[in-house]
């Protein structure tokens, strides 16, 4: 496993795995150093909003990625995050997988008419689904879900007035992050990509913004080095003892 570099010395996604990575491949790496710590010299978000984003796309339940997250975790604290800004980060993270009953939900609706199977959830009231509505901030790309288990989906919505009612970020740093987890290159949810895009416009945010938060996804393409190239050395090693 490759160590992590100390928050003094870490530069965007990258990990002590490249030094490796620059002696057998220098160009090669010269040009993926660049392009993985542009977002970290562009200026266009403050540094500690940046480590925030990345920990929530490393964090996130469709990546998981361990020494990633720990990696900006460690960055976003010396950036001058509060713990309470970092876990903001993680629970922005954990609400993105409600997107699996945006996807499912609709098609078990059709399946199940087609096949005459029946469904009738137990009556329930649903305080934080009504809120959501009175508000105006209800999605219709809920009903599917909220028509098969309103408990359910009311449970949810409690746990995203939570995370959205909190406070800890500004609305429309809420809604960057949001984009940059629904884009990110391990989940790619379009409906909700765009539902931030067009949030995030309207609270304010640059196109610039909103690109640099898309950018931060693509750079964590790094982390297939991070992971490969130790692996490759040890098996390089493996293999010549053997021989």
Same mark, same amino acid.
């Given at each position: 496993?490759?160590?992590?570099?100390?928050?003094?010395?870490?530069?965007?996604?990258?990990?002590?795995?490249?030094?490796?990575?620059?002696?057998?491949?220098?160009?090669?790496?010269?040009?993926?150093?660049?392009?993985?710590?542009?977002?970290?010299?562009?200026?266009?978000?403050?540094?500690?909003?940046?480590?925030?984003?990345?920990?929530?796309?490393?964090?996130?339940?469709?990546?998981?990625?361990?020494?990633?997250?720990?990696?900006?975790?460690?960055?976003?604290?010396?950036?001058?995050?509060?713990?309470?800004?970092?876990?903001?980060?993680?629970?922005?993270?954990?609400?993105?997988?409600? @997107?699996?009953?945006?996807? %499912?939900?609709?098609?078990?609706?059709?399946? /199940?008419? !087609? +096949? #005459? =199977?029946?469904?009738?959830?137990?009556?329930?009231?649903?305080?934080?689904?009504?809120?959501?509505?009175?508000?105006?901030?209800?999605?219709?790309?809920?009903?599917?879900?909220?028509?098969?288990?309103?408990?359910?989906?009311?449970?949810?919505?409690?746990?995203?007035?939570?995370?959205?009612?909190?406070?800890?970020?500004?609305?429309?740093?809420?809604?960057?992050?949001?984009?940059?987890?629904?884009?990110?290159?391990? @989940?790619?949810?379009?409906? %909700?990509?765009?539902?931030?895009?067009?949030? /995030?416009? !309207? +609270? #304010? =945010?640059?196109?610039?913004?909103?690109?640099?938060?898309?950018?931060?996804?693509?750079?964590?393409?790094?982390?297939?080095?991070?992971?490969?190239?130790?692996?490759?050395?040890?098996?390089?090693?493996?293999?010549?003892?053997?021989?």
């Amino acid at each position: 496993m490759s160590a992590i570099a100390p928050a003094s010395a870490a530069t965007g996604p990258i990990d002590d795995a490249f030094a490796q990575f620059r002696e057998w491949a220098p160009k090669s790496a010269a040009i993926c150093e660049r392009m993985a710590t542009n977002p970290w010299r562009s200026g266009v978000l403050p540094r500690k909003f940046v480590e925030l984003v990345s920990v929530a796309v490393n964090a996130a339940c469709s990546n998981l990625n361990a020494e990633g997250t720990r990696r900006h975790i460690r960055n976003a604290l010396a950036a001058g995050a509060s713990r309470d800004e970092v876990l903001f980060a993680l629970k922005c993270a954990l609400g993105m997988a409600i @997107h699996s009953c945006s996807l %499912g939900a609709p098609i078990l609706l059709e399946e /199940a008419k !087609a +096949a #005459g =199977a029946a469904h009738a959830p137990k009556p329930t009231p649903t305080p934080a689904c009504d809120k959501m509505r009175a508000i105006g901030q209800w999605n219709t790309a809920w009903d599917p879900f909220y028509e098969l288990d309103p408990a359910f989906t009311d449970e949810y919505m409690t746990l995203g007035a939570d995370i959205y009612g909190a406070g800890i970020m500004t609305p429309k740093e809420v809604e960057l992050m949001s984009v940059a987890i629904d884009a990110s290159f391990t @989940h790619m949810y379009a409906p %909700g990509t765009r539902r931030h895009i067009r949030n /995030a416009l !309207a +609270a #304010g =945010a640059t196109v610039q913004e909103i690109m640099e938060v898309l950018k931060l996804c693509v750079v964590q393409g790094v982390q297939s080095l991070n992971l490969g190239v130790p692996i490759l050395a040890e098996e390089l090693e493996r293999a010549s003892a053997r021989d």
